[in-house]
């Protein structure tokens, strides 16, 4: 069973209309990260409205979990999906953050007793427990899409998905929203899609799917995906600056045993070269 | 900063009506503060009812000492009470002046310009402008001492036996809740749009007040449009994080009466009957 199944699945607004997605099928399993990667109107952010029940197929299945994507069951498959989406403000919903978090286990009446729990718990985790009466103009971007981390993480889901989470926020704030879901993904063993169209947020995921013009373009591991530097250029994606590097000292004559995926490892390339040979 | 408006600028401009309950809060955490909200909100309630059944010296005295009381406890500087009165310390004085010269009761005291005032004026006039200002003293009391979001839930909690007449008391408090929360968020864009608008050579402070009005169109439209589209961001996120109304809800918030809640109301009760007791009934 995988915690997120694609059959065939195609995608438009209207009938009429063109299709924003053709024929899309995947899988992802628990406990796996998979990053989500296009330019503008590839339809990536459209996958992540009918994981969630917000949009339904126009054609084709969705499973969550085992049960069938429909009207009947959605409230269920929105316990198990959550989301996080980009704009930081427009997702805050409490007038504190004790309240914001409490949002989601309000809506699913989980017992007053038990929510206070729950939400301390979840604000450890995402590291701001200490920001509990903090109303959200007083706090950074960062640390609202932390908040509503914590709000998705009350509830308990099987999977989270960051749909451009971290595409309004500072280097800072990116890194820092990154290393939480990373974290609590693998504490607690959890399904993570991340959606964007920043080839640097890819390099940690499992497994990186690349949307273009509504088609997956390729399903492929991060260190596989960036030797494709001219084919990804073509479809509107920026390589990363390690990768540019790597591939400019190729044509210098510089070969690195492995494509090197983040500056450590670039690093760890460049200064064992000279002993390898 | 040639033209633009900050923030708090706005932010004023918004108090200065006094149109928002925002912003009124002092926070002392006296007793009163630490009421519940809907004790208050009934306490003021019927003592804006029965107000007018007194008559008298004392019936008048005893609701005068219970809403002084009420303030002293409150632990509010006078100067933020006197703030919130400043807006009708006009219609109190004038109030006052109007029953001074209308009223035609009792022995006639003095001639001024040529007006005869009368004694039974001067305490009809008295005692029109007592009630007034007791009035506005205790309710101001209310959004001095109680959070806006405390007084949403407790406005929330009265309404709820009108759910059965299909009254949507949970929507409307949670309407309430997020105009709250979104308040500092369209404040601080309004700044950044003002700021956009000044730097392409808008002007919003200097020149005729029409040409002023003229320039707040500029400022205005974006702001539409930003909150319409949060809006409807906001829509999808509540959605998705298993919003489908107030069935089956339950509340983090919850009010609960306490002792001090219910000492508060004995007192209230008690000075209400004193009142309608030694009140004239002839």
Not at chain 1, 102 to 111: D, Y
């Amino acid at each position: 069973m995988y915690a997120i199944e694609f059959k065939n699945v195609s995608f438009r607004y209207e009938e009429e209309q063109p299709y924003v997605l053709r024929n899309v099928s995947f899988q992802v399993e628990a406990g796996e990260w998979l990053a989500i990667i296009g330019h503008n109107g590839s339809g990536k952010s459209t996958i992540a409205k009918l994981m969630n029940g917000l949009l339904f197929p126009t054609e084709g299945e969705i499973i969550i979990n085992g049960i069938p994507l429909n009207e009947e069951n959605i409230w269920e498959i929105r316990r198990q999906v959550g989301m996080v989406f980009q704009n930081p403000d427009n997702q805050f919903v409490g007038t504190t953050v004790r309240d914001d978090v409490a949002f989601g286990l309000e809506n699913r009446g989980v017992p007053r007793a038990e929510m206070m729990d729950r939400i301390t718990s979840s604000l450890e985790q995402v590291r701001m427990q200490d920001y509990l009466l903090h109303e959200p103009y007083r706090l950074s971007g960062g640390q609202k899409q932390r908040v509503a981390i914590a709000g998705v993480l009350a509830i308990s889901p099987s999977v989270i998905i960051l749909d451009e989470a971290t595409a309004m926020l500072d280097p800072l704030g990116r890194k820092e929203i990154l290393d939480t879901v990373h974290h609590v993904q693998a504490a607690q063993q959890l399904g993570l899609i991340t959606i964007t169209h920043d080839l640097n947020e890819v390099m940690q995921a499992h497994r990186v799917l690349v949307m273009n013009d509504g088609e997956i373009w390729t399903t492929t591991v991060p260190r596989e995906l960036v030797k494709r530097q001219t084919e990804l250029q073509q479809i509107g994606l920026d390589v990363p600056f390690v990768t540019q590097l790597a591939h400019a000292l190729e044509r210098q004559g510089i070969t690195l045993d492995e494509q090197p995926i983040d500056h450590e490892e670039l690093l760890d390339a460049l200064w064992t070269l000279h002993s390898n040979k | 900063m040639t033209g633009s408006l900050s923030s708090w600028q706005i932010w004023q401009v918004i108090n200065m009506n006094n149109l928002l309950i925002v912003g009124q809060y002092v926070p002392t955490n006296s007793i009163v503060h630490r009421m519940d909200p809907r004790i208050k909100m009934l306490i003021i309630f019927f003592y804006v009812i029965f107000i007018f059944f007194a008559n008298n010296i004392v019936s008048y005295a005893l609701f005068t000492v219970f809403a002084v009381g009420g303030t002293l406890l409150t632990k509010v500087p006078w100067r933020f009470i006197a703030k919130g009165l400043t807006p009708v310390w006009f219609l109190i004085v004038f109030t006052f002046i109007l029953h001074l010269f209308v009223t035609k009761e009792g022995t006639v005291l003095v001639n001024v310009f040529g007006l005869p005032i009368y004694s039974g004026a001067l305490e009809q006039g008295a005692v029109i402008s007592l009630r007034f200002f007791l009035l506005i003293l205790l309710t101001s009391l209310l959004t001095l001492t109680t959070t806006p979001i405390e007084i949403t839930d407790g406005v929330e909690s009265l309404l709820g036996p009108l759910r059965r007449f299909k009254f949507p008391v949970h929507e409307l408090a949670l309407m309430m809740s997020i105009s709250l929360r979104f308040i500092p968020t369209l404040l601080q864009e309004t700044e950044k749009i003002s700021n956009a608008q000044a730097s392409r050579g808008v002007d919003f402070r200097t020149g005729p007040f029409r040409e002023r009005v003229r320039a707040v169109i500029p400022l205005l439209v974006p702001l539409f449009v930003s909150a319409f589209k949060r809006a409807e961001e906001l829509a999808m996120a509540m959605e998705a994080r298993g919003y489908r109304g107030g069935e089956g809800r339950t509340k983090l918030r919850e009010l609960q009466v306490m002792k001090r809640d219910v000492a508060a109301l004995v007192i209230f009760i008690i000075v209400v009957a004193a009142a309608l007791i030694t009140r004239d009934y002839s």
